[in-house]
């Protein structure tokens, strides 16, 4: 069975930097590009950044650009995010995603990813 977990969630103050994690198990995963997510209260699940496995491109939501990094290591199944400079419309609930096969639709796009993880709450206080 497949399973997605984040950790590194929290509560912090504006201007203060976390670090999520999320890492993939499972014999039958596979990934070729993982990227997080995140859901406001109230709000649609929005796209914050991913990562290709074939060239390690990047590719970011225009509010976290400069602030926040995607990395990760395909070999071990785990991606990070480096968030810095948080603001107080940052929190949320992110979600890590893999996508596994083929897919047309862009890095954006929810639809692109085939596994979930949970969800891990992000709070920043003004």
């Known amino acids: 069975q497949v399973q997605l977990v984040e950790s590194g969630g929290g509560l912090v103050q504006a201007g203060d930097s976390l670090r999520l994690s999320c890492a993939g198990s499972?014999?039958?995963?596979?990934?070729?590009?993982m990227g997080w997510f995140r859901q406001a209260p109230g709000k649609e699940r929005e796209f914050v950044a991913a990562i290709s496995w074939s060239d390690g491109s990047t590719y970011y939501t225009d509010s976290v650009k400069g602030r926040f990094t995607i990395s990760g290591d395909n070999a071990k199944k785990t991606i990070y995010l480096q968030m810095n400079s948080l603001k107080p419309e940052d929190t949320a609930v992110y979600y890590c995603a893999a996508q596994s096969t083929y897919s047309t639709y862009d890095y954006s796009r929810s639809q692109r990813y085939s596994y979930w993880g949970q969800g891990t709450q992000v709070t920043v206080s003004s």
């Open positions: 499972g014999r039958a995963f596979s990934s070729v590009a």
